[in-house]
């Protein structure tokens, strides 16, 4: 990705075109100022999906983390926890399609 420029808000108003075809050329996201104060962000939507995933691994990864220290206070071992996973995936299915 290339380095963040950054546009008044004003500019990015009278030349968006411009402004949407550098943001999908070069993948940068552009930083729109209002009054001198950072307002929004333009990025592609390439881009803006790659954030997505990341936020969404590291949301994963946290809860993993959290849900691991939890098991290992109350005892529990990897086959006791996915034991428990396969218990509540088939709740799940069975309240969703009612049928388990």
Not at 39 to 66: C, D, G, H, K, N
Not at 73 to 99: D, F, P
């Amino acid at each position: 990705m290339s380095e963040v420029q950054t546009v008044a808000a004003t500019w990015a108003r009278t030349h968006f075109g411009r402004l949407m075809r550098e943001v999908v050329r070069t993948r940068a996201p552009f930083i729109v100022e209002r009054d001198s104060i950072p307002t929004v962000v333009i990025l592609s939507v390439p881009e803006y999906e790659q954030m997505q995933r990341q936020a969404a691994w590291y949301r994963f990864y946290e809860l993993s983390r959290q849900a691991g220290l939890e098991a290992e206070e109350e005892g529990l071992t990897e086959g006791g926890v996915q034991a428990e996973i396969e218990v509540i995936k088939r709740q799940v299915y069975s309240e969703r399609y009612g049928r388990g």
